[in-house]
């Protein structure tokens, strides 16, 4: 029992609502208005106001005078939109950039073999180099003496042999002599930045280490290019002349200019060996502009440097000099006949290479035939492209000289490589037939077939050759033996089938693909093609709902019997229908499909499962869930639902989906007769109740709980809502005081207890008493369970929802409740103001205030006044709405928990006391006319809180 005699005073005034006023309106209101504002061009202050459209006057006359200028100011700003126009770049064409290409030549062409260098720049300390010897000369006299000594200081034999270097040594070398280059040109040491480039190109003679040759080159290119771009950029210095300088004078150092650039073409050619002259003239070609006056004699010049290059030997040096060619001749000419010139040479020399071929492989230490070949891939592909970029005529002629050349392989994969899509599409049976009749030693069927493959995927040939085209390249492709050149030549051909044929064949593809890699266990090697023919394949298709019911596509998931990569498979799967698949479905094949796969997926997870994998795995089933859909039939999609339930059983975040999605299937049933809808409701709700108990997260049940007793208290299925309520309850213990986010942060679950037990009592007010149970049964239970529960230490929480249960038991004690339920008599009905009943509540009433004084005087000891304060201010003003003070003790009490308020003023918000006195004041007007008595109570209380 109670030691405070508590009295609910009945509501004696009208509650009324402000709406709000509706108007209509354009925009929707929580959409973000986007606000342009205009850059501030030139400083100009009038800018801000152009942008935001101002209207004041000033502003507008502002912007006339910016707008009406004097003929001259616009004749100046329409030339200078004239030259912005006319310096606008077109798309930069990559397709001729060598820059593009050196990052995948380098990590290609690697080595592990030790390499050598031999240079007479990379010394230890300056003093060995020579780099401080020789200092910048302003007087010509002294320039010629110090060169002199420089000529003689490095033709003394002081050259040094770096042996056993590893590749990435062999790298940071080169960046040295690119950086020594660099500061010998800028320090007026123009011989030493020449003799650096004449090492450097002597080194590409060096073919000890084939394996790493293409990368070599592209190192030493990158220093010749360096070379060369200074040697133009002072050339053009030069003839550009000073600023502001006379037409003489400019012709007299365009003269000059001239003379150097020849002075410069005269040096390089008394070099003595042919590679390093060579490749110095090449390296310095653009400078010739200063000596040519038209297009022919620069393609002259292409032409003696092409027949120039006939004197070197080795194919595989000869081949990287012509691509140099190609490469310094592509900017300054749009001419081709000098590269199909070298071609023409190449094929001359084309012979010798299968001659060293044969050599290797009796040699297979030193270098593969295969590998051998592929080391003249970058070369033949540059040249290539640039022969046939924008000239089909060009192509037409490679492709009729690979038909006559005897082993062909290299030069149609370069081809097949280097052209476009649509040349390819076009001759896809002459390529074919090619492949076919190719016997090239090192180059295999299946190196040729996958750019084939590549390029046809990417444009396709017409639609009427599609067909014999797919069959003739399977046929080949069926013909290769070994699985791992099988296996990457219908990885390449799968998104050509995919997206250009039906169904049926990409099926035919996966049973072939099924029988070929089951023979000797092959799919144990090829886990990754396999995977990845399946991604391109659900790339590329359209509907994955069609290639779920194939009768090839669940075998061809057995071939990953490695568990993880299996999951992986599985994840892919689900991702590619989450986020392609828009439509519900209610496919029986493709469910089970679906349900197989994320069946695969639950049986991964196991104790040692991280969480972020679960979520990942929970969020793809219940993407699949959510899109089955039965229409009409609910009762087909509960039976879903409970074999969903049977299946992953691993997973709480898919049995909260599960639970969720049957209290939507609950809605949905109110629509149907009543006979038929209630049976299959309760079943709906048992379901969830049966299925709750199985998820560990014990706020996560606490809420489904609630939930369905909401959901059946809707249905009037009163007997479920109780047995939800109490398991709700029952589980408020079992929640743990602290819990960890996903940040792995600690989370306080005090304040989502108070919001919980808040939610349920709002919910309580209008379930009506059981007979089994006695007088608010629920309530008592709720208040018991909290009375036992341990909260932190001078936490608010309880007080709090004993405050909030004040506020219920004051509804329950009103003879019509605010709010109901349709079709459920709740206790204002069931009791009908019963004074029995009435007494039951105002015991509670006087329980609840004697558990809140408690708190209060806890929290005082604690020395928490501001809490106290604001605990004492909210139960005050409950006792004014709810209690009869006409009951002295209840005034008392009243008239204490302000003075007490009262007492911590200085720890309370400045507006707290006068706004809680107004909010009194207002209550005594409301009580005034319908109960006097009441009002005069009220009077005698504001009186003795002013008095405070």
Not at 17 to 31: G, I, S, V, W
Not at 376 to 398: I, R, T
Not at 517 to 544: D, F, P, V
Not at 862 to 870: F, I, S, W
Request: hydrophobic share 40%.
């Amino acid at each position: 029992m109670s030691s405070l005699e508590w009295a609910c005073a009945p509501r004696c005034y009208q509650v009324t609502k402000n709406h709000l006023r509706r108007h209509a309106t354009q925009e929707h209101p929580l959409k973000q208005l986007a606000a342009s504002v205009a850059v501030l061009e030139n400083n100009n202050p009038l800018s801000l106001a152009l942008a935001l459209e101002g209207t004041d006057p000033l502003s507008k006359f502002a912007r006339q005078e910016q707008e009406l200028n004097d003929p001259l100011t616009q004749m100046a700003s329409e030339y200078t939109l004239k030259s912005k126009r006319s310096n606008a770049v077109d798309p930069e064409d990559n397709t001729l950039n060598w820059s593009t290409r050196r990052l995948g030549i380098l990590n290609r062409f690697t080595t592990n073999e030790k390499l050598s260098l031999s240079t007479s720049f990379l010394c230890t300390s300056s003093s060995e180099g020579g780099g401080e010897n020789f200092k910048a000369q302003t007087v010509v006299a002294d320039k010629v003496k110090y060169r002199l000594e420089q000529l003689d200081h490095f033709d003394d034999g002081s050259m040094r042999h770096m042996m056993d270097l590893t590749q990435q040594e062999y790298i940071q070398r080169f960046d040295q002599l690119k950086q020594e280059l660099i500061q010998s040109w800028h320090s007026d040491q123009r011989v030493k930045a020449l003799k650096i480039a004449i090492q450097c190109a002597k080194m590409l003679s060096d073919t000890s280490v084939l394996h790493f040759y293409p990368s070599q080159y592209v190192l030493i290119t990158d220093i010749l290019d360096v070379f060369g771009k200074l040697v133009y950029e002072r050339l053009r210095a030069k003839a550009a002349g000073a600023p502001g300088a006379s037409a003489v004078t400019l012709q007299r150092e365009r003269e000059a200019a001239r003379d150097t650039c020849q002075n410069w073409f005269y040096k390089i050619a008394s070099i003595q060996e042919l590679l390093p002259r060579l490749y110095l003239e090449m390296a310095i070609f653009k400078c010739y502009e200063f000596l040519t006056s038209s297009q022919q004699e620069t393609e002259q010049l292409l032409l003696r440097l092409t027949s120039q290059l006939r004197g070197i030997a080795d194919p595989l040096v000869s081949s990287y000099v012509r691509c140099y060619l190609v490469r310094v001749g592509a900017p300054v000419t749009s001419s081709k006949f000098y590269i199909r010139d070298n071609f023409n040479d190449f094929f001359i020399m084309y012979p010798q290479i299968f001659r060293l071929v044969a050599r290797y492989n009796l040699h297979p230490e030193i270098i593969t035939a295969t590998a051998y070949l592929q080391l003249y891939a970058p070369a033949l592909d540059f040249m290539l492209q640039c022969l046939m970029h924008k000239s089909e005529v060009y192509a037409e002629e490679m492709l009729s000289e690979c038909k006559q050349l005897k082993n062909n392989g290299a030069v149609l994969l370069s081809i097949l490589n280097s052209s476009k899509g649509e040349f390819i599409a076009s001759h896809a049976h002459e390529f074919l037939e090619l492949i076919n009749n190719c016997g090239t030693p090192g180059i295999s069927k299946s190196q040729l077939l996958r750019p084939l493959g590549s390029c046809v995927s990417s444009c396709a040939p017409l639609q009427e050759q599609r067909v014999p085209f797919l069959n003739a390249a399977f046929q080949t492709i069926n013909t290769l033996t070994d699985p791992n050149e099988y296996i990457n030549c219908v990885e390449t051909w799968t998104p050509f089938v995919a997206q250009y044929f039906t169904i049926h064949e990409v099926n035919r593809l996966l049973g072939e693909l099924n029988t070929r890699m089951c023979l000797g266990k092959a799919y144990e090697k090829h886990y990754g093609q396999l995977q990845s023919i399946l991604t391109r394949i659900m790339q590329n298709y359209r509907s994955i709902e069609l290639l779920l019911i194939q009768p090839h596509f669940l075998p061809y998931l057995d071939l990953f019997h490695k568990e993880s990569v299996r999951v992986e498979v599985c994840k892919s799967i689900l991702s590619y229908y989450r986020q392609n698949s828009e439509e519900q479905t209610c496919d029986a094949v493709v469910t089970n499909a679906l349900m197989y796969l994320g069946k695969i997926l639950n049986d991964s997870v196991n104790a040692l499962t991280v969480e972020d994998e679960r979520r990942q795995i929970s969020q793809l089933i219940n993407g699949f869930i959510n899109k089955v859909h039965f229409g009409r039939d609910l009762e087909q999609q509960l039976s879903f639902y409970v074999e969903a339930r049977g299946t992953f059983s691993n997973l709480d975040a898919v049995y909260i989906t599960l639970v969720h999605a049957a209290c939507k299937l609950t809605m949905r049933s109110s629509n149907r007769q009543l006979s038929k809808s209630l049976g299959f409701i309760k079943a709906c709700i048992a379901y969830c109740f049966i299925t709750i108990p199985s998820i560990t997260a014990v706020q996560q049940k606490m809420d489904l709980y609630l939930l369905c007793g909401q959901i059946a208290l809707r249905h009037l299925c009163l007997g479920q809502a109780d047995a939800c309520f109490e398991a709700a309850l029952q589980l408020v213990n079992e929640l743990p005081t602290v819990a960890v986010d996903f940040e792995g942060k600690p989370r306080c679950l005090e304040r989502y207890l108070v919001a919980y037990l808040c939610n349920m009592l709002a919910t309580l007010i209008v379930v009506p008493d059981s007979p089994e149970q006695g007088v608010l049964y629920f309530l008592r239970l709720l208040l018991e369970i909290v009375g036992r529960r341990s909260f932190k230490a001078n936490s608010t929480a309880p007080t709090i929802i004993y405050l909030h249960a004040l506020d219920m038991l004051y509804v329950q004690s009103l003879e019509q409740f605010p709010y109901h339920i349709d079709g459920v008599v709740s206790n204002d009905a069931l009791y009908g103001h019963d004074p029995k009943f009435l007494v039951e509540v105002n015991n509670l009433c006087g329980q609840v205030v004697d558990a809140i004084l408690l708190q209060l005087k806890s929290l005082g000891a604690a020395q928490q006044l501001r809490t106290q304060a604001q605990l004492s201010m909210e139960l005050f003003m409950r006792i004014v709405r709810y209690a009869d003070l006409d009951k002295e003790p209840l005034c008392q009490l009243a008239v204490k928990l302000w003075l007490l308020a009262n007492k911590s003023q200085a720890e309370l918000d400045s507006e707290t006391i006068p706004q809680t006195l107004c909010s009194v004041e207002h209550f005594y007007k409301l009580v005034k006319d319908a109960s006097p008595s009441r009002a005069q109570t009220i009077a005698k209380l504001l009186l003795r809180m002013r008095d405070s």
